[in-house]
C-alpha cells in the first residue's frame, strides 16, 4: 500500500473513532442546543447560588425517574429558587434523561453562570430555574 493510502486511511480511522468517542461521552440523545436565556446577575457566593447548585443536583438525579418531568425548589426568602427540566424524547432511558439535563446544565455553566433565571434548551432536554413560582399547578 502506497504511503499517501496508508496515511489516508490512518486519518479516517482517527476521525472515526473520535466520532465514536465524542457521541459515547454526550450519548445517544441529541444535546443540540436550541434555545437559551438567562435573566439577572447574581454574587457566586450568594446562598441562591448555593441553592441553584443543590436544585441541579435534585433535577439531574430525579427528571428520568418521574415521568420525565420534575419539579423542585429549594431554600427561603431571597434564596429560594424554583426549577424544572424535562425530556422531551420519550425514548431516552431514565439514565440517557439524567445525562441530558447533565449537560443542559453544563451549557449553562459556561454560557450563563451566576444568574437569577436560566432556560437552557436541549433537541431531547430542558432545564429551567427562576429566582420567582412560575409552576403551573
Known amino acids: ?23 459515547s461521552v454526550e450519548g445517544p440523545f441529541d444535546g443540540t442546543i436550541r434555545n437559551h436565556r438567562f435573566r439577572g446577575l447574581d454574587s457566586p457566593l450568594s446562598g441562591y447560588q448555593v441553592n441553584v447548585e443543590r436544585l441541579m443536583r435534585d433535577l439531574i438525579m430525579n427528571t428520568g425517574r418521574h415521568s420525565f418531568s420534575y419539579y423542585a425548589s429549594y431554600g427561603e426568602g431571597n434564596d429560594r429558587v424554583y ?7 420519550r425514548m431516552l432511558s431514565i439514565q440517557e434523561c439524567s445525562d441530558c439535563v447533565r449537560v443542559a446544565h453544563m451549557h449553562r455553566v459556561q454560557l450563563g453562570p451566576f444568574v437569577r433565571g436560566a432556560q437552557m434548551t436541549l433537541r431531547d432536554c430542558e432545564l429551567r430555574f427562576e429566582d420567582y413560582y412560575f409552576f403551573d399547578g
Open 1 to 23: 500500500m502506497p504511503a499517501a493510502s496508508r496515511k489516508r486511511n490512518e486519518v479516517l480511522l482517527i476521525a472515526c473513532v473520535t466520532i465514536l468517542l465524542c457521541r
Open 83 to 89: 426549577g424544572h427540566a424535562g425530556c422531551m424524547n
